[in-house]
T-cell receptor, first 117, second 113 residues
Framework: GAVVSQHPSRVICKSGTSVKIECRSLDFQATTMFWYRQFPKKSLMLMATSNEGSKATYEQGVEKDKFLINHASLTLSTLTVTSAHPEDSSFYIC?????????????FGPGTRLTVL | AQTVTQSQPEMSVQEAETVTLSCTYDTSESDYYLFWYKQPPSRQMILVIRQEAYKQQNATENRFSVNFQKAAKSFSLKISDSQLGDAAMYFCALTGRDDKIIFGKGTRLHILP
């Protein structure tokens, strides 16, 4: 099956620094990638849609200047948490979709645990 | 807006028994897909079963089956012969034309040995 990787799997950073999380589709080209945030024992909350070669579209309430998304190629999307604060600590999951029929099945990465001190 | 509602935060079932997880949804789209995802302690999202809204026949995958009631916008998951490895968080989810997946709040399933 299709494989999506995320790097790093966990990261600890100091408040005020920026952190970059990578999402890669390893064996397929992803026209669209999605970024989710999951708080402990909670559901996945969609943050933004990352489209290759164009600007990301953000869900309501998500700060685009705080969470920068770049989808530079059909196999890589990055999420940069800028000027991180402790409240940004969370589990971030990406999903990548191909161009399938009848719909673009999404494949999920293993997630990245971010802890901001 | 699309919404997915799971009203059972936690459920328990005896090993080898059958359990049903409930889910209701709302969407204005005519073409959509419904899913059940499993999230074990590793937190890797695993697709359990998928249902195309245009198909009347309920999807089945081995011990997992759904009861899809389109008019009632209901989509429940039945797990037969429950196994210890089935213990996880289960999310009901919905996607439409834009490929965005909207998740319910989840049901934590405990399997009692």
């Amino acid at each position: 099956g299709a494989v999506v990787s995320q790097h790093p799997s966990r990261v600890i950073c100091k408040s005020g620094t920026s952190v970059k999380i990578e999402c890669r589709s390893l064996d397929f080209q992803a026209t669209t990638m999605f970024w989710y945030r999951q708080f402990p024992k909670k559901s996945l909350m969609l943050m933004a849609t990352s489209n290759e070669g164009s600007k990301a579209t953000y869900e309501q309430g998500v700060e685009k200047d705080k969470f920068l998304i770049n989808h530079a190629s059909l196999t890589l999307s990055t999420l940069t948490v800028t000027s991180a604060h402790p409240e940004d600590s969370s589990f971030y999951i990406c999903s990548a979709g191909g161009a399938g029929e009848p719909y673009n099945e999404q494949f999920f990465g293993p997630g990245t645990r971010l802890t901001v001190l | 807006a699309q919404t997915v509602t799971q009203s059972q935060p936690e459920m328990s079932v005896q090993e080898a028994e059958t359990v049903t997880l409930s889910c209701t949804y709302d969407t204005s789209e005519s073409d959509y897909y419904l899913f059940w995802y499993k999230q074990p302690p590793s937190r890797q999202m695993i697709l359990v079963i998928r249902q195309e809204a245009y198909k009347q026949q309920n999807a089945t995958e081995n011990r997992f089956s759904v009861n899809f009631q389109k008019a009632a916008k209901s989509f429940s998951l039945k797990i037969s012969d429950s196994q210890l490895g089935d213990a996880a968080m289960y999310f009901c989810a919905l996607t439409g034309r834009d490929d965005k997946i909207i998740f319910g709040k989840g049901t934590r399933l405990h399997i009692l040995p």
